[in-house]
Every structure is written in C-alpha cells, then in structure tokens.
C-alpha cells in the first residue's frame, strides 16, 4: 500500500525567503506523485504532477518540484514566497495498481510573514 | 470549460439523519472521486465511480454509499449520521487515463449536530 508523509505541519517563512515543503512517498512501484493547494474554505487546487516524464516539474505560481526516486521524495519548492502562498498544501500520491485513487499527506500549513 | 461543482456547499444535520450530497463533473470526465476531509484524519478516499459502476472503495462503512448517473453526475449518501461524520466532503472528476488529473470542486461543508 502506498503512503505519503509530509514533514512539518506547520511552516512559517518570510515575504521573498524560500518556501521548501518536503513530501516523501512510500510505494512499491513508480507512483503518480501530485501537490495541491488549498485556500480557505475552497477545494482543491493542483499545482504541479509528476507521471514519470521529466523529473523536475514546473507548476503554477512559480512553484516546482523534484522527483527523487532514491529517496522517495517529491518536495516542493519555491524561490520567493508571496503573501498569496498563504495555505495548505498536500503532497498526494496514486497507483494504477491501486485504482488510481489518491493518498494523500497529512498537510503543511504555510504561514507567510510580511 | 466549467470546473466540478457540489451541491449543497453548507449541511446542517442531527444525529441519526441522512443526507444526499451532489456532484457535477467537468464535461467529458467519466471517473468521479469522494474524499472526506477532516482535521483528526485528514483526506481520506471515500469511493470512485466510472461510468455509473463503483470501481473503488476506501474503509469507510456502508452508512456511506454513492451512485453515479448515465450522464457522469455522481450523489453520496450518508444514512443514520453520527457526530464523527462532520466534514468537508470533496468530489472530484477526471479523466479514464493512469495519471489524469483529479480536479476537485468546492466541498459540501456538513455538520452534525
């Protein structure tokens, strides 16, 4: 079965420092691997996916994030953070083994200081 | 192309109660997902339907139950509420490939009092 852990559940950063979100996987096989954003009382929102093209994806808002399948981690990043980057973000994972459904993290709840 | 969207976005129940919540995909996705969204447990995978059949289960019991429709619109079902059962529920659609997207609509909000 797969698993995702994400370090920390809380992050708090400064207004152009780095924003680093770490997600590390757990699956027998080469997973699907997502991050989603989510403002308050909203769904959902994709920010970026890896489905075994290129290992460093680009997403929306500036952030990426590297696949690295030696340490079955798939963390999240971003150069400057914004005061708009304020929210949850969940490191996701799904196999075709396992219906495709999602498992997610538990969350990291970004806290952006002016 | 309009995105998923929930009805209704607020529930007020009691104990006891059932409830219908709906979900209308985004045209052209034939899989709709249900996630249950809670601070102690987090997001957890209700059930999926494709093409009107459940072809995904999570661990939930069978109070919770979903059917899907010929035109891709999905409902869940929650009978005999608990306190426990007060959630975001999510819905979400994409399309039949390994690695497609799930986009997610707004939530249904239910609290049970």
């Known amino acids: 079965a797969q698993s995702v852990t994400q370090l920390g559940s809380h992050v708090s950063v400064s207004e152009g420092a780095l924003v680093l979100l770490r997600c590390n996987y757990s699956s027998s096989v080469p997973p699907y691997l997502f991050w989603y954003v989510q403002y308050p009382n909203q769904g959902l929102q994709l920010l970026l996916k890896y489905t075994s093209a290129a290992t460093l994806v680009k997403g929306i808002n500036g952030f990426e994030a590297e696949f690295k399948k030696s340490e079955t981690s798939f963390h999240l990043t971003k150069p400057s953070a914004h005061m708009s980057d304020a929210a949850e973000y969940f490191c996701?994972?799904?196999?075709?083994?396992?219906?495709?459904?999602?498992?997610f993290g538990g969350g990291t709840r970004v806290l952006v200081k002016p | 192309k309009a995105g998923v969207t929930q009805t209704p976005r607020y529930l007020i129940k009691t104990r006891g109660q059932q409830v219908t919540l709906s979900c209308s995909p985004i045209s052209g996705h034939r899989s709709v997902s249900w996630y249950q969204q809670t601070p102690g447990q987090g997001l957890q995978f209700l059930f999926e339907y494709f093409s009107e059949t459940q072809r995904n289960k999570g661990n939930f019991p069978g109070r919770f139950s979903g059917r899907q429709f010929s035109n891709s619109r999905s409902e869940m079902n929650v009978s005999t509420l608990e306190l426990g059962d007060s959630a975001l529920y999510l819905c979400?659609?994409?399309?039949?490939?390994?690695?497609?997207?799930?986009?997610f609509g707004p939530g249904t909000r239910l609290t049970v009092l």
């Open positions: 996701a994972v799904s196999l075709k083994a396992a219906g495709n459904k999602l498992t």
């Open positions: 979400a659609s994409k399309g039949g490939r390994a690695g497609d997207t799930q986009y």
